[in-house]
Structures are given as structure tokens and as C-alpha cells.
């Protein structure tokens, strides 16, 4: 017998990561579908990670055999798997870990599909492409899912390195979960709140019609406001401005004490460097209420742009200010008086909730759409989380490959030799090396102890021939670092290390997490790890 209000076996089950992103990036999870790219070690082990949290559904592209190799690095294969697909078995294994996920998976190249049935890339949420593809492919990949918004992951595994890059287009994020969303208007107090300071704060000062107990419970909010009163009416109607002013506030505020041990007074002390700030758009929000998608909507137009472009008119309206996320922290108070603060916090979010409902509603009939497609659940999410909104706009592979990566990155750190760009400019050479080849017959540098020295060079000519491609001046001494990080990439011989993959398997998929979900804010774009140095640097590139 199931007890009202408890728990479902699901939420029990997801219990952790539902703290972590909610209801609605749970369900963007399970509705998500997953294309792997060869069932390689860091794919198996990525895969891992969001099997085990409830993604929808998964496929395996790969045509590749289990052999003894695949045995010594990924766990997801075993001794009967010898001599079958990988892709067939890494899929049957996987989908053990959690019988709500479907699995599925293609004995085939990721070539041939590109070739023949590329229309099926558009069924997926996000793609993962690791092991050897070559650089056309990545390339064909990236045409076809860049301009439909569809998420690709590059990732390489090789040795002691990895990479992972994200090509993503237009990727906006309202639930960035920053440390805090409170705002207590304290340079711009409502006249609700300003009615309970007069009334709660009238005898501050007073000891004989206030009592000790009154006094020390009195919440530290309406201590601040009283307090910020009384400084205005001799700082021409001003409040604290700098540091040294915020310093002379805190000892008008302690002068008020009337002991040492008024913990609320100590919380308004406290409160005033972080919250004494004038109110103002912070930088992320403002440039997209200045973005074109915002000013200019569209039948077209996303959610986002339009609930954006509604907060944007609510700000222009109410002098410049966001509306209330109404969150109010905890603090020394009596119950009945924290909730009765907390009441007109809330109160006030509500009615600026419904002044952008209200926009966005006229909005939407004005583009000739539906004005109750967006639900009001949706536009609360971002009015609590404006101040903290962020637009990504990343760089197609096409991009960094055909158009060059952004040089002046490379060439700064190029006189570096402990930078990871070497580890960049090996794997790059390390995918020409791939792609010279066929499909077929593809070996890794290295693969052979008999052409070690001639894969080497041939990785250092590929690194030259980038370096000249994107105008860059090197010299030896330079390229001394790239060197290292090339006899790494080649003593490495294509294998993987089980450790290594397993580091990238947790930090691919919780960028892919970030990505479905649309919660935090993932990478940009190009990240690197070098497991000799346990180091670890992102590049946008």
C-alpha cells in the first residue's frame, strides 16, 4: 500500500541526481537518445555513465569484432565476446546495468551511414564519436548535425591522453545552478517590505517598548533596511558606495547591538558586502536581451527567445530591475516572522511572475501563435534564474578544422612545454595519420615496434603542416613539448589505458548530461587531459 505523499520507486531509484537537476532534467534525460561511435573503452565507459542515470535510449555504431585487446581495456566485454560485434555485445552489457534504458546497435561504419542514410543522424539527441575516425567523416558528421542543433562529441583515448571536443551551435541555459539567487532589494525595496520594516524596526533602539528577546530576533533584512534608512537621510539620500563607506555601515549596524551575542545582527554585518551592490543586468543577461533572436522574434522563435524577450520588456518597464526570484536565505528570526518575510517575498515574485506571463502571452499572440503554448512553469524557471541566464554560441569542427582554430590560442602557448596544446597538436597529427589511410586497413602510429621511428616523423610533419597552415612561426625549440607529447601518442601505439578511459567515460558524459539537460554550463570547446601530469586545460579552439 503506496502512502500519500511518498516517494515513487523511481524517485527513490534517481534520488541523488534528481537533487541535481530536477524533474525536468530528468525527463530531458530519459527522453534523450544516444548515437556511440564505435564501442571503444571511453565509449563503453561514457555510455556507463548515462545508462546508469536513465538515458531514454542508446545506439552503437561499429563495425569492428571484439579481439583479445578490446578484453585488456574494456570492461564491458568479455571472454565469449571474442570474434563477435562489439557493438552487439558492448550493447547487450551495458543494458544490463539499468532495464529501463533500450539499447540498440549497427554493425556497420559510421562512413557508410553518412554516405547512404545520413537522414537517421537527425533521430538523435547528441553524438559521441570516439576511436579512429577519420578527419572527412568528422567533418561530414559535423555538416549534417551543427545546423540542426544536434550536440557531437569528438572524444580520443589514446595511452596517457585524452581529448574530448564539443561542437555545439546555439545552446542556451537558464538553470545554470549558481550558488545562490538570492535578492533581497535592498536598494530598491517594495512597498510591501518597506510597510513590515516601519512596523517591525520602529523600536529598534528603544529598550524600553522592545524587548532583549524581540530585539535578538528581530530578521537581519529588516535590520539592514532600517539601518539603510537611517544612513540615507545623512548621505543624501544615497546608501554605501565603497568599501570604506560599507565599513562605517557595519559599525553603525554593530553600534546597535545590544549585546555581543545578537547572532541577527551578526547576519546583517555579514550581508552587506555581498548584498549592498546596486541593482543592475549582469553582463551574460544583457547581451541576450541584446541579441538579435531577442529584439527581433519570429513565428520562429524558441521559448527561450521569447520568455527573454518578455523579462526584457518587464525590466524596461520597472526601471531596470529582474523580476524577484523571491528565494530568501535562513537567518536568526522568530518563526512567525521569517514567514511572514518570506510571504512578501514570494508575493512579490508571484505578481512579477505574472507580469511576464502576461507579456509573454501578448507575444506570442502577436507572432500569430498559440498565447498558452509556453507554460507558466517555464517562464518561473527563467524569471527565478534571469541574473544568471548564458548564451553558448560554440564552433562547428568545420570551423576549427577548415577555417582555421582560433591561432593566436596555439601560438601562445607553443613556448610553453608543460601546455597541453602539444598534446592538441599531436592528436590532430595523430587523426591525419588515421585518415591517410583506409578504412580497411587503418593502423595506429606506433602499432608496429618496426615503424615507431617513421610514424613518429610522419606525426611531426603532420604537426609542421598545421602550424603552416594556421600562419603560425615555430622553431624547434618550440615544438620541443609537441616532440614529448608525440612519443607519448606513438609509445601509446593506439591502445587505451583502462584508467584513463574510464576518467574520460565520467567527464564526456557529464558534459552530455549539461548538454541534454540544458542545466550547468558544459564545456568550451576543447578539453584536454594528460594522465602523466594529472592535468587537465580547456581551450576554445
Known sequence: MSVPGAPTAKEKKYDRQLRLWGAGGQEALETAHILLINATAAGSETLKNLVLPGVGQFTIVDQAVVTDEDLGTNFFLDDSSIGLSRAQKACELLCELNPEVQGHFIKD????????????LKDFTTVIATGDVCTDTLLSLDAILYPLGIPIFVVKCVGF????????????IVETHPASTVDLRLFNPFPELSALVDEKTAFINDQEKMTTHEHGHLPYVLILLQTLNEWKSTHDNQPPSNYSQKNEFKSLL???MWNADEENFEEAIAAVLPHFNPPSIPSETRAIFQDEKCTSLTKESTQFWVIARAI?????????????????????????????????????ARADLAAVVGIV?????????????????EVETFCKHAGYAKLIRGRSLNEEYEKSPKAQVISNELSDPTSLIHYYLGLRAYEAFISE?????????????????????????????????????????LLEGTE?????IVRAGGGELHNISSLTGGVVAQEVIKVITKQYIPMNNTVLFDGISSRTTVYQL
Not at 614529448?484 to 607519448?488: F, N, R, S
Open 254 to 256: 554593530r553600534s546597535k
Open 109 to 120: 561504419t559510421i562512413e557508410n551511414i553518412v554516405k547512404s542514410s545520413p537522414e537517421k
Open 484 to 488: 614529448k607529447a608525440i612519443g607519448e
Open 161 to 172: 591522453t585524452m581529448s574530448c571536443r564539443l561542437a555545439l551551435a546555439e545552446h542556451p
Open 312 to 348: 526584457k520588456e518587464f525590466s524596461e518597464k520597472n526601471d531596470g530591475l529582474l523580476p524577484l526570484p523571491g528565494a530568501l536565505p535562513d537567518m536568526k528570526a522568530e518563526s512567525k516572522d521569517y514567514i511572514r518575510l518570506q510571504n512578501i517575498y514570494k508575493s512579490k
Open 437 to 477: 589511410q583506409s578504412n580497411a586497413q587503418r593502423t595506429a602510429p606506433g602499432a608496429e615496434d618496426s615503424t615507431v621511428d617513421a610514424d613518429t616523423e610522419k606525426l611531426k610533419k603532420h604537426v609542421t603542416e598545421l602550424l603552416d597552415k594556421l600562419s603560425i612561426t615555430y622553431s624547434s625549440e
Open 361 to 377: 502571452r501578448d507575444l506570442l499572440k502577436g507572432l500569430g501563435r498559440d498565447g498558452g503554448e509556453i507554460a507558466e512553469s
